[in-house]
């Protein structure tokens, strides 16, 4: 069995794929902060709802009707969206360095969080592997 076959490692992999994507985003808007006119961009959140249900053909059951009903769409994995920045300089930026350098800060403790995550599955693997 390919390691890539098991969904909780290709979400994994999608999800770090995202963050590399989001901090190329993220220094992109660092380094045009003085450029006027520059609205920074930001990654929608990952949503991987849709493809948890459709990798084991497992979903849920609304058996109450106080329960939250997941909405899945079939959106592209990474969409982009206008950063919401408070603040616009005199030329019309937007680019904030702080509210950046937290993005930035943020996306590199979810990144290695993954990792991590990724990094110990494997390991957990590789145990079961040698005990059989």
Known sequence: MNIGDLPVFNLLKEKLNWHQARQKLLAEN???ADTPG????DLKPLDPSGRIVSLGGIGTAATNRA?????LSGSSPFPLEKSASWETSPSANAVVLEE???????????YQLATTLYSRGLALLKTAVRSA
């Open 67 to 71: 329960h939250i009903v997941a909405s």
């Open 30 to 32: 660092v380094a045009n």
């Open 100 to 110: 950046q350098m937290m993005k930035v800060t943020e996306n590199q403790m979810d």
């Open 38 to 41: 520059f609205v920074p961009l």
